[in-house]
């Protein structure tokens, strides 16, 4: 009778924990209690898709976004160096074109001295022939 009593009263004991086991826990904590166990003892559970052109177009996206922020750098660079060139061409056409200017300048005035020389070395009565 002794064992019979034991049994009453550890299930008794059980019966009050686990009512009061329910009374602490909601039904919404319990299934979230049970997801985050059910979700830790699957860690190393994978799912995947094969790639397809729909699944790989924001990477293909992302890898021409990078190609094409290389070449906006590059032109970037290239224009930089252009601008260098267009300056020392400028200086460079300046330059030209004042020692065009004083290259005429002289052959005018050359040939203004050859004239009034020549002028002064014949007489206006004398016509020569070379």
């Known amino acids: 009778m002794r064992n019979h009593h034991v049994r009453g009263i550890s299930l ?3 019966v009050i924990l686990l ?3 329910v009374s602490l ?3 919404a904590m319990i299934a979230a209690n049970l997801g985050r166990m059910l ?3 699957s860690v190393g559970m994978s799912v995947g898709v094969e790639p397809n052109p729909y699944n790989t177009l924001a990477s293909d996206l992302k890898k021409m976004e990078d190609d094409l922020d290389a070449r906006e750098r590059r032109i970037l660079s290239l224009e930089e160096e252009l601008r260098g060139r267009r300056a020392m061409e400028t200086y460079l056409a300046y330059g030209s074109l004042a020692l065009s200017a ?3 300048m002289l052959v005018g005035v050359n040939f203004y001295l050859d004239s009034r020389r020549t002028r002064e070395r014949q007489s206006p009565y004398v016509v020569s022939f070379r």
Request: contains cysteine; hydrophobic residues 55%; glycine residues 0%.
């Open 12 to 14: 008794s004991v059980a």
């Open 19 to 21: 009512a009061y086991s």
């Open 39 to 41: 979700a830790n003892a």
């Open 102 to 104: 004083c290259l005429f």
């Open 25 to 27: 826990f909601t039904p």
